[in-house]
């Protein structure tokens, strides 16, 4: 999940640097890049979390990001008219959709093993 969250930063910044440079593209092109940054960063930073608590708030924070990088990426495909990079918006849009799922179960389950204690 390390690697895949990273990945999936890098992706967006990918996709954004191919996206045309005006005002309307730059607004959410600027939003893309810093939720799925937090999305690798908070995913990375979950993993040397202090307590159970700090580690189910880390992942509360990807989930958040995760969802918003996939809000970004819908505004951009229904704006975009450049079907090569539909075509990676919908990857992306998948990928950050299953990172959103993973990270909602592990929430669960960490709270299961949390409350069983």
Do not use: H
Not at 19 to 40: D, F, K, M, T
């Amino acid at each position: 999940m390390k690697d895949r969250t990273k990945k999936f930063t890098v992706d967006c910044s990918l996709l954004c640097s191919k996206l045309p440079n005006s005002r309307e593209y730059n607004a959410y092109v600027n939003q893309l890049i810093r939720c799925s940054s937090s999305v690798g960063a908070n995913y990375r930073s979950s993993q040397i979390a202090k307590s159970t608590a700090d580690f189910i708030n880390k992942l509360k924070i990807v989930e958040e990001e995760a969802d918003e990088s996939n809000f970004f990426i819908e505004i951009l495909l229904e704006i975009n008219e450049n079907d090569e990079l539909k075509t990676e918006m919908l990857r992306l849009l998948k990928e950050g959709n299953e990172i959103l799922a993973i990270v909602v179960a592990s929430i669960k389950t960490a709270r299961n093993n949390q409350n069983k204690k």
